[in-house]
């Protein structure tokens, strides 16, 4: 049989020692290597296989940080990756169940609150209540009885109604009426077969031309029931004052 040195033992004994997932036996290393005892003896008989060991650093006891090798590493790794991927597996199953629970609230809580409330038929009437108009309480102004209107206008309505009835002995020819600023479009009666074209403002009181923020550059007239804008810069017309007058002629 072929002789072998020292160093090639030393060198053997190492191979041998990867391939083994624990302390690294004389019987493993002739397994392995398929060398026999005597050539271990030949080339170190005081210490035999323990110098081999010591001589190739062969640990008695394995360490932490030695490697599993061969066949025994590789189904060690499998079984550990295999643990890992079921304990995964399992968290993700976990964390599936979880969330799908937490969609079945969520979905329930908005149904719940999407859901329409079923509608209620319209309340029907008492009998004998089905004629009846609720209707605000009428206000009236002062007693004038001026011509049928029996009482003084108390807001911008009663204003152009009252000017209707007296423009034309007032000298005024209405040609058109408003609903913007200025209200009405008129001619003013100033002297012989001669008239002014006019822009009116119709006001319950001429301070409210003022209050309501209307520029005086838009208007040449305001028609009101009381005049109470002293310093007003548009001629006035005080209805109030002019259907005095006319009753008194």
């Keep these: 049989m072929k002789m072998v040195t020292k160093e090639?033992?030393?060198?053997?004994?190492?191979?041998a020692d990867k391939k083994t997932d624990?302390?690294?036996?004389?019987?493993?290393?002739?397994?392995?290597?398929?060398l026999r005892e005597f050539q271990i003896k030949n080339q170190f008989p005081e210490g035999g296989w323990s110098e081999l060991k010591r001589l190739a650093k062969i640990e008695s006891q394995p360490?932490?940080?030695?490697?599993?090798?061969?066949?025994?590493?590789?189904?060690?790794?499998?079984?550990?990756?295999?643990?890992?991927?079921i304990t995964k597996k399992k968290a993700i199953d976990q964390e599936d169940v979880a969330e799908f629970d937490r969609l079945e609230v969520t979905d329930?809580?908005?149904?719940?609150?999407?859901?329409?409330?079923?509608?209620?038929?319209?309340e029907q009437p008492e009998k004998g209540m089905e004629n009846m108009i609720k209707v605000e309480i009428a206000e009236f102004g002062e007693l004038i009885?001026?011509?049928?209107?029996?009482?003084?206008?108390?807001?911008?309505?009663?204003?152009?109604?009252?000017?209707?009835?007296v423009s034309q002995e007032l000298g005024f020819m209405v040609e058109?009426?408003?609903?913007?600023?200025?209200?009405?479009?008129?001619?003013?009666?100033?002297?012989?077969?001669?008239?002014?074209?006019v822009r009116i403002k119709f006001e319950y009181q001429s301070s409210d031309f003022k209050s309501h923020g209307y520029d005086p550059a838009?208007?040449?007239?305001?028609?009101?029931?009381?005049?109470?804008?002293?310093d007003c810069p548009l001629e006035v017309l005080e209805l109030k004052s002019e259907?005095?007058?006319?009753e008194g002629n």
């Design 8 to 15: 090639e033992l030393i060198n053997a004994a190492k191979r």
């Design 22 to 34: 624990g302390p690294l036996s004389q019987n493993d290393f002739i397994r392995i290597t398929g």
């Design 63 to 85: 360490t932490n940080s030695k490697k599993l090798s061969g066949k025994k590493a590789t189904t060690q790794k499998k079984a550990a990756i295999k643990k890992k991927t």
């Design 108 to 122: 329930a809580k908005s149904n719940r609150e999407t859901k329409q409330p079923p509608i209620a038929p319209p």
């Design 145 to 165: 009885d001026f011509r049928g209107l029996r009482h003084a206008p108390i807001n911008e309505n009663g204003v152009i109604y009252l000017f209707g009835m």
């Design 176 to 197: 058109a009426v408003h609903a913007a600023f200025p209200d009405c479009e008129a001619k003013k009666h100033i002297g012989e077969n001669r008239y002014q074209r």
């Design 218 to 230: 838009g208007a040449d007239m305001i028609v009101c029931w009381n005049h109470d804008w002293s």
């Design 243 to 246: 259907i005095q007058e006319l």
